[in-house]
């Protein structure tokens, strides 16, 4: 009796214990939870919507300039390798998007499989030296994706680090396509590289979005449609997307449906898609059209 009593106050004492140091906790999370309902109409007021910027939840005020994603989530759908829009706001075309780490295509082979059109990368910039060069298999892949049919795009992979820069990669961009037609636009793709030495790395949005602009308008000075490649954290955190609004955006956002606040007319829904024809994996998209 004496051994079991003594246990038993054992244990109360350290239900008490436990009691004592939850309570600075519990304390604190119902002040958080009184500072929300305090602070739940301002941000109502203020219009802020929540959102996924890729790395988990934020918090944004819609740019009125910019016009809104209409897509539902429920319209999309998984069949095989694609991803398909069911719905019936937009016409949607499958695509890819290819530069010479895709080596050997066979183009009539990738129509055949349903693909409607390719954006092909042209060139890029050096990271590390800046020099700028153009994709080993963009003549080829040029010419062979128009003769399978296909609706043709370019893009340059940019580490322009100012607005002189920029304008220096579209006149590289003009010179190498010399006037060629093309059926979708050509893009601006700036991205940061992982390695510490990229030439880019840090740059700041003002300088960033200064180049996707001049960029995107020497482009269309040459009688070509621009447009703008990026992620969901760049669109969020790098871009002021406002005063790109007049140019085709591209979201990259793997996944089940585009969730991008805005609307963009081309989503890359999986980077690593198989398509036939294509002997390593390639990026998929979906271009929305009919708007």
């Known amino acids: 009796m004496g051994r079991i009593g003594r246990c038993r106050s054992m244990s109360a004492s350290n239900k008490k214990k436990i009691l004592r140091r939850l309570w600075p906790a519990l304390l604190v999370f119902l002040a958080a939870l009184a500072a929300l309902e305090l602070l739940w109409p301002v941000l109502r007021q203020s219009g802020t919507v929540p959102v996924n910027d890729g790395v988990g939840t934020i918090y944004i005020v819609p740019d009125p300039a910019l016009p809104a994603n209409t897509l539902d989530s429920g319209d999309f759908t998984r069949q095989s390798d694609a991803v398909l829009y069911t719905g019936s706001r937009y016409t949607a075309s499958q695509g890819v998007d290819v530069s010479e780490w ?31 060069e153009q994709d080993t298999f963009f003549e080829e892949n040029y010419s062979a994706a128009g003769t399978a049919g296909l609706r043709r795009g370019v893009y340059f992979f940019s580490q322009a680090v100012s607005v002189a820069e920029a304008r220096e990669e579209a006149a590289f961009v003009l010179q190498m396509l010399a006037g060629r ?87 890359q829904y999986d980077h690593s898609g198989t398509v036939p024809g294509i002997d390593t994996p390639a990026d998929r998209n979906l271009l929305f059209e009919g708007l």
């Open 102 to 132: 895709q080596r050997e295509i066979r183009w009539q082979e990738v129509a055949d499989g349903g693909i409607d059109f390719a954006v092909i990368r042209c060139g890029y910039r050096r990271y590390v030296s800046g020099s700028l």
């Open 181 to 267: 037609p093309l059926e979708l636009p050509i893009f601006y793709d700036w991205e940061t590289v992982t390695a510490e030495e990229g030439r880019a790395n840090g740059l700041d949005g003002k300088t960033v979005t200064a180049c996707a602009a001049a960029f995107c308008r020497a482009i269309e000075q040459a009688g070509y449609t621009a447009g703008i490649y990026f992620n969901l954290q760049m669109g969020y955190h790098t871009y002021n997307l406002s005063p790109l609004k007049d140019y085709t955006l591209w979201i990259a956002e793997p996944g089940k449906y585009p969730s991008f606040y805005y609307h963009a007319a081309l989503w």
